[in-house]
């Protein structure tokens, strides 16, 4: 392609170089340069690109992007002066591949809890009523029915820019999509036109990268701030957050939820292990899911499919007869009657929830056994704050590792244990090994009893000092219950 083709509608200045010149391809990681690829300069919140464009330029790359210009130009080699590396990274990736998202409608989730229920159960249910569907999500990405690992919940724009082809090669109409709160400030959905954005709700996260609740939550804004006049913005109210994101969004606003009135209301009538009973819309449904949590999850969905101007009975039969999504409240049963569930809950908002689900469907006939613990690398904060919801709503707590990273597991679970008041002390255990922790948990449960496995869901690894081991939390406690 030539250069010009790749910048056109950018605002970009050619320092040196000709925009005829052809180039092959284009990455900001210098690692995958080759001959007459274009490197661009991106600077990073850990790392500088600018730094390595003596090595992509000895690795072949013929054009550089950049923003700041060095002391001295290399011979033959084109460099484009760009304003913001990130934002022009997205707009280049977009006319590398033919601009795709313009031939396809695009949903976008953002919040902290849900998204990945939400974006997945409208894949699901859209595929099921005929609609060819891509997904990218936390879990996987989809090309209608066609598997690719997922790197990122949302991925970078080169390869968010690379499903979106290879999505209208295959017919897709639909694209459903989990926008993070990262995507939205480093700009990898940037010139995406959402014709619709949705949110979830709003807890303490990522403050590790964000600093503040109150730049987190810019962030998540940033979608709905970007929606177009045609577009629909769908929001939870029930979230005191919610009327917030869509607050000076030129989009048409419509709203959900269980606690007030609402465009899309839901009465939860009967929450059990088996399933939820809701009241949507004037009709009562069966779902296979579990939680109230889920309720709002499948309001959502039903909300976004009758904005998308599908029939009321098509898409309430659909969403019935589908089941969970991988490691959300996903329910293993043991030998003995003992219920295991596995759940991604890594924030304090969602191990709450979780237990809170868990109690309602118990009533107090069992006990439950909490394993827990907290990533490294991540928000400390929420450590103490995630021990203290766990042994205020479980009757036995197994503080361990998630994915320590660089951090020791040791560190992690102190900071954790801070959090546990002095007189609840006598019911935590503290294993760092994560697989003694589910066998502990294991052995101590008795006929009924509800295990949780909380943080890890569907990830089949955990990741320890820069390697990541397999390891699947399903499979552990199978093996432990003796399935």
Same mark, same amino acid.
């Given at each position: ?90 707009? *280049? ?49 989809? *090309? ?197 569930? *596995? ?29 827990? %613990? ?16 766990? *042994? ?17 597991? %040791? ?73």
């Amino acid at each position: 392609m030539k250069l010009s083709a790749l910048f056109e509608g950018i605002q970009a200045e050619l320092i040196q170089g000709d925009w005829d010149m052809e180039v092959n391809d284009f990455h900001f990681d210098s690692r995958k340069i080759a001959t007459s690829d274009l490197f661009f300069a991106i600077k990073g919140t850990v790392v500088d690109g600018h730094k390595f464009i003596e090595k992509a330029i000895d690795q072949g790359a013929t054009v550089v992007a950049l923003e700041d210009i060095p002391a001295e130009l290399k011979p033959g080699i084109a460099y484009v002066k760009v304003r913001d590396g990130r934002r022009e990274l997205a707009s *280049v990736a977009a006319n590398f591949y033919q601009r795709p998202a313009e031939k396809l409608k695009i949903v976008g989730v953002t919040g902290t809890n849900g998204k990945t229920t939400t974006a997945t159960l409208l894949h699901k249910a859209f595929q099921a009523m005929g609609y060819t569907s891509g997904l990218i999500s936390t879990i996987r990405y989809l *090309v209608g029915d066609e598997v690719y690992p997922s790197s990122h919940t949302t991925p970078d724009p080169k390869q968010l820019q690379e499903l979106f082809a290879k999505m209208v090669d295959y017919g897709c109409e639909y694209c459903f999509m989990e926008v993070s709160s990262h995507a939205l400030v480093q700009r990898r959905v940037e010139g995406i036109e959402f014709q619709m954005g949705l949110f979830t709700n709003i807890t303490h996260d990522h403050l590790d990268y964000h600093g503040t609740f109150k730049a987190y939550l810019e962030a998540k804004k940033m979608l709905f701030d970007g929606l177009g006049k045609n577009a629909t913005a769908i929001v939870n109210i029930d979230d005191k957050n919610g009327r917030v994101m869509v607050q000076n969004s030129p989009a048409n606003v419509k709203t959900y939820a269980l606690k007030r009135m609402a465009d899309y209301k839901a009465k939860l009538i009967e929450n059990t292990f088996e399933g939820l009973n809701l009241e949507i819309d004037g009709e009562e449904v069966w779902f296979q899911m579990r939680g109230s949590f889920n309720a709002y999850n499948l309001l959502m969905v039903y909300a976004a499919a009758r904005e998308l101007e599908v029939e009321k009975e098509e898409i309430l039969k659909t969403l019935s007869g589908i089941g969970g999504v991988a490691g959300r409240f996903e329910l293993i049963h043991g030998p003995s009657n003992e219920r295991g569930i *596995v759940d991604y809950a890594h924030t304090p908002d969602a191990l709450k929830n979780v237990l809170d689900t868990i109690e309602d469907i118990n009533k107090g006939a069992h006990r439950i056994i909490t394993v827990v %613990g907290c990533g490294g690398d991540r928000d400390r904060e929420k450590r103490p704050i995630m021990a203290q919801i766990a *042994v205020d709503h479980s009757d036995q707590v197994i503080l361990t590792s998630d994915n320590p990273r660089s951090e020791e597991p %040791g560190v992690i679970v102190d900071e954790m244990m801070a959090g546990v008041p002095v007189v609840s002390q006598r019911k935590v255990l503290k294993i760092l090994d994560r697989r003694e922790a589910i066998r502990t948990a294991s052995a101590l449960a008795r006929e009924g009893d509800i295990i949780l496995l909380a943080g890890k869901g569907h990830e089949t690894y955990q990741e320890i000092k820069g390697v990541k081991h397999p390891f699947d939390d399903r499979e552990e406690l199978g093996k432990a219950l003796g399935l």
